[in-house]
């Protein structure tokens, strides 16, 4: 069920925010949470990045599998705190709201 809408105030996401937190947290570094949320090219992006730096590690490239796997981290981490608080949208340009998260008016 969609929240009733106000005008001028914003959406929130119908995706629960403690699930992608979860998944983001467990999962961030093969994209989990965007596959959930609905942001197919952040996660393929993600599970390259993934795919990329093990394949890396397995053929002795390891230059490139540090470079990969950090890369990987990093966005996972980005991504994490970003949902921690409440500023990171779904798929359809949502906010997923932390429990009592006020939300204002959308800017254009």
């Known amino acids: ?10 959406v929130p996401s119908s995706k629960s925010y403690a699930t992608a937190v979860i998944m983001s947290s467990v999962l961030g570094w093969v994209g989990g949470h965007h596959f959930y949320l609905g942001r197919w ?5 993600d599970l390259g990045l993934t795919i990329g730096w093990i394949y890396c590690f397995a053929t002795d490239k390891w230059i490139f599998g540090i470079v990969f796997l950090i890369a990987d981290l990093a ?14 949208r779904d798929g359809e340009g949502r906010r997923v709201c932390y429990p009592g998260q006020q939300l204002t008016s959308r800017r254009s």
């Open 75 to 88: 966005h996972a981490l980005v991504v994490t705190v970003m949902l921690l608080t409440g500023n990171f």
């Open 1 to 10: 069920m969609e929240a009733p809408t106000v005008p001028g105030q914003e």
């Open 41 to 45: 090219r952040e996660a393929l992006l």
